[in-house]
């Protein structure tokens, strides 16, 4: 099973500021990652697939970067409706299954 | 608009089985892999199932695998988890998502808004 380790687990910040959130693989994924936000109460949404393209609707503040091991999504300017938990997932080790980030929880500072 | 309506969760004894089911319209049901994912109180997202879109693949966590069944009916737009010998740990709630293409080996683009499974005596 690939191991999805996202970094830190909880970032603090103001808003209008920029966020970076981290998500490592055991073993290499290639390009083969997504991003989903949640809010509290909702169902995720995804933000990011190929590791670094945007989703339907997305807004152009959320960027993603990476390849193989090592990913990060960037919200550039932070706005309210983006205090959320992120959730990495990569999806190249079927059949092996499908995996998740433990997540990065987004707060206010 | 797709929608995604999970249906089925509930209190359950530990050792028992349930069955959920989710039920998919706005888009051809038959065109798309689907999956399972659930989520524990207060803890993060993992992957449980995922099926083809003709039940000719199907993948499982190692977590369910051996005690989860996953179907699905493309006549009646449905996605099933049938869910056996259940444990305390199976305790979550359970989406039904989406994935983008036909095949169970990508991400999700949408998901409903989850069935409360309990498992406790």
């Known amino acids: 099973e690939i191991v999805m380790t996202q970094s830190p687990a909880t970032l603090s910040v103001s808003p209008g500021e920029r966020a970076t959130l981290s998500c490592r693989a055991s073993q290499s994924v290639s390009s083969n990652l997504a991003w989903y936000q949640q809010k509290p109460g909702q169902a995720p949404r995804l933000l990011i697939y190929g590791a670094s393209i945007r989703a339907t609707g997305i807004p152009a503040r959320f960027s993603g970067s990476g390849s193989g091991t090592e990913f990060t999504l960037t919200i550039s300017i932070l706005q309210s409706e983006d205090f959320a938990v992120y959730y990495c997932q990569q999806y190249n080790n079927w059949p092996r299954g499908l995996t998740f980030g433990g997540g990065t929880k987004v707060e206010i500072k | 608009e797709v929608q995604l309506v999970e249906s089925g969760g509930g209190l359950v004894q530990p050792g028992r089985s349930l069955r959920l089911s989710c039920a998919a319209s706005?888009?051809?049901?038959?065109?798309?892999?689907m999956h399972w994912v659930r989520q524990a109180p207060g803890k993060g997202l993992e992957w449980v199932s995922g099926i083809s879109w003709n039940s000719g693949s199907t993948g499982y966590a190692d977590s369910v695998k051996g005690r989860f069944t996953i179907s699905r009916d493309n006549a009646k737009n449905s996605l099933y988890l049938q869910m056996n010998s259940l444990r305390a740990e199976d305790t979550a709630l359970y989406y039904c998502?989406?994935?983008?293409?036909?095949?169970?080996?990508?991400?999700?683009?949408?998901w409903g808004q989850g069935t409360l499974v309990t498992v406790s005596s």
């Open positions: 706005g888009f051809t049901f038959d065109d798309y892999a």
């Open positions: 998502a989406k994935d983008v293409t036909s095949f169970p080996e990508y991400y999700f683009d949408y």
